[in-house]
């Protein structure tokens, strides 16, 4: 009962955490007729910076911002973040720009495509958009395919050359005057990019930027990411839901074979609460979620009360729904928990089978006691005392039946033969309530 507590409080826990999250702040908006807000977009691009995004832009039409300019500085990164960002970008009445400085590599690239207007640093590069999975690995056919026509479809849609575009995507594509030669994907630099007029001119600073977009005099607001969107970001990169799901499931089996509630129950509820919250505030994670998640736990919990183990298997199927809610993509996600469900077995067996035995820490947390029979527990009489007896059949031994040995009635079988009732029989082994005999011929 103590422990069921113990859980149920950090369940409380866990629900005050998720009603904070409504009161975080935000930026007050503030009257200027010459703002140009920026936003920088650095690292890898994940559902988290889709969100970051999404509050920069409606916080610039607060604002009533002129001019938004994404400064790219990225390597790429998620596919569904980058359509999100380009479907939010496209929704805004405000003219967007794309500067980059320095890099607008893969998912970058075809973030500033999506913009009003591209311009570069003197260092930028921008390009290198073929589609991979997890594994680094080229994508299949369906995703390329579908990758390289939203390529090819936002530069056209922004007036660019598409050709170009899809050289970014297709190695096949031969664009040789630009250093893309048939079997390689493009890349361009500043200057190239100037040339196929993808880059309206190259600036080496924001000032110039701003001379260049006929807003000399603007006053420039920078986006700043939150604490809470910082964690978001780091949350829901593919690399460390994976992991936290890991420690999560970890956490939360080890806790099954230790008394009370303790650091691994812990670990993993955290573990899972930062999934959550993350997701959640990435734009991800609705209440369903986690209603869908909580119910899950307090199923599994009341398993403890009521037998037949079908509130735990709803309650599983439950958080395992709430997390596919949750992410947003079932394939990373799909793949996320088995890589978490294979960890956990993995360490799990290192803990109990290696670690468990010769570590301090562990056979403190750990049981692994056993009763055996060499340790003095039985789990029924053992009749040993009547190895070697004789007696007689009272009833017809097939092969099961009941003998007199010792002048008591004893519960016995034969060695898999029949026995006639009234024939002699001896002891030949017992293993615990099971006494064998076999018959005497005389």
Same mark, same amino acid.
């Given at each position: 009962?103590?422990?069921?507590?113990?859980i149920?409080?950090s369940? &409380?826990?866990?629900?005050?955490? #998720?009603?904070l999250?409504?009161?975080?702040?935000v930026?007050?908006?503030r009257?200027?007729? $010459?703002?140009?807000? &920026?936003?920088?977009?650095?690292?890898?691009?994940?559902?988290? @910076?889709?969100a970051? *995004?999404?509050?920069?832009?409606?916080?610039?039409?607060?604002?009533?911002a002129e001019?938004?300019?994404?400064?790219l500085?990225?390597?790429g990164?998620?596919?569904? =973040?980058?359509?999100?960002?380009?479907?939010?970008?496209?929704?805004?009445?405000?003219e967007? *720009?794309a500067?980059?400085?320095?890099?607008?590599?893969?998912?970058?690239?075809?973030?500033?495509?999506?913009? /009003?207007?591209?311009? #570069?640093?003197?260092?930028?590069?921008?390009?290198?958009? =073929?589609i991979?999975d997890?594994?680094?690995n080229?994508?299949?056919?369906k995703?390329?395919?579908?990758? +390289?026509?939203?390529?090819m479809?936002?530069?056209?849609?922004?007036?660019?050359d598409?050709i170009?575009?899809?050289?970014?995507?297709?190695?096949?594509v031969?664009?040789?005057?630009?250093?893309?030669?048939?079997?390689?994907l493009?890349?361009?630099?500043?200057?190239?990019a100037?040339?196929?007029?993808?880059?309206?001119?190259?600036?080496?600073?924001?000032?110039?930027l701003?001379?260049? *977009?006929?807003?000399?005099?603007?006053?420039?607001v %920078?986006?700043?990411?939150?604490?809470a969107?910082?964690?978001?970001?780091?949350?829901?990169?593919?690399?460390v839901?994976?992991?936290?799901?890991?420690?999560?499931?970890?956490?939360?089996?080890l806790?099954?074979?230790?008394?009370?509630?303790?650091?691994?129950?812990f670990?993993?509820?955290?573990?899972?609460?930062l999934?959550?919250?993350?997701?959640?505030?990435?734009?991800?994670a609705?209440? %369903? $979620?986690?209603? @869908? #998640?909580?119910?899950?736990?307090l199923?599994?919990?009341?398993e403890?009360?009521?037998?037949g183990?079908?509130?735990?298997?709803?309650?599983?199927?439950?958080i395992?729904?709430?997390? &596919?809610?949750?992410?947003?993509?079932?394939m990373?996600m799909?793949?996320?928990l088995i *890589?978490?469900?294979?960890?956990?077995i993995i360490?799990f067996i290192?803990?109990?089978?290696v670690f468990?035995?010769?570590?301090?820490? #562990?056979?403190?947390?750990? @049981?692994? /006691?056993?009763t055996?029979? %060499?340790?003095?527990?039985?789990?029924?009489?053992?009749?040993? /005392?009547?190895?070697?007896?004789?007696?007689?059949?009272?009833?017809?031994?097939r092969p099961a039946?009941t =003998?007199?040995?010792n002048e008591?009635?004893? /519960?016995?079988?034969?060695?898999?033969? &029949?026995i006639?009732?009234?024939?002699?029989?001896k002891?030949? +082994?017992?293993?615990?309530?099971?006494i064998?005999?076999?018959?005497?011929?005389?």
């Amino acid at each position: 009962m103590l422990r069921v507590k113990r859980i149920l409080f950090s369940l &409380f826990l866990i629900h005050i955490a #998720f009603l904070l999250l409504a009161f975080q702040n935000v930026s007050q908006p503030r009257a200027n007729n $010459s703002i140009v807000y &920026f936003i920088p977009i650095e690292e890898t691009v994940e559902k988290g @910076l889709s969100a970051f *995004i999404d509050r920069s832009i409606q916080e610039a039409e607060e604002l009533g911002a002129e001019k938004i300019v994404l400064e790219l500085n990225t390597p790429g990164g998620a596919v569904d =973040a980058a359509v999100a960002i380009a479907k939010n970008l496209n929704s805004t009445n405000i003219e967007t *720009i794309a500067y980059v400085n320095k890099q607008a590599i893969s998912a970058g690239a075809y973030i500033a495509l999506n913009t /009003d207007r591209i311009y #570069f640093h003197p260092s930028g590069t921008m390009g290198s958009a =073929a589609i991979i999975d997890l594994e680094g690995n080229a994508a299949g056919k369906k995703a390329a395919s579908f990758w +390289k026509a939203e390529m090819m479809n936002a530069a056209e849609a922004h007036g660019l050359d598409p050709i170009v575009a899809e050289a970014m995507v297709d190695e096949n594509v031969d664009l040789g005057e630009y250093g893309a030669e048939k079997g390689e994907l493009l890349t361009l630099t500043a200057k190239q990019a100037v040339e196929v007029k993808y880059a309206k001119a190259i600036v080496s600073n924001r000032q110039e930027l701003l001379d260049e *977009i006929g807003l000399p005099n603007a006053q420039i607001v %920078e986006s700043e990411v939150s604490f809470a969107e910082k964690i978001a970001r780091f949350i829901t990169h593919p690399v460390v839901v994976p992991i936290l799901l890991s420690i999560g499931s970890i956490g939360l089996v080890l806790e099954l074979y230790t008394p009370g509630f303790g650091i691994p129950g812990f670990m993993g509820l955290f573990s899972l609460l930062l999934f959550f919250y993350g997701h959640h505030v990435a734009g991800l994670a609705g209440m %369903e $979620s986690i209603i @869908l #998640f909580v119910g899950g736990i307090l199923l599994i919990i009341a398993e403890f009360f009521i037998p037949g183990g079908i509130a735990g298997l709803i309650g599983t199927i439950s958080i395992i729904v709430s997390l &596919f809610i949750a992410s947003g993509n079932v394939m990373q996600m799909a793949i996320s928990l088995i *890589i978490a469900i294979v960890v956990a077995i993995i360490v799990f067996i290192l803990m109990t089978k290696v670690f468990g035995k010769r570590m301090k820490f #562990f056979r403190k947390i750990i @049981l692994n /006691d056993a009763t055996t029979t %060499e340790k003095g527990y039985v789990s029924n009489q053992n009749r040993t /005392d009547l190895i070697g007896k004789e007696g007689v059949a009272l009833t017809v031994l097939r092969p099961a039946g009941t =003998a007199i040995i010792n002048e008591e009635r004893v /519960d016995v079988v034969t060695e898999g033969g &029949f026995i006639e009732k009234g024939k002699k029989v001896k002891v030949i +082994k017992t293993e615990g309530s099971r006494i064998v005999v076999r018959e005497i011929n005389e």
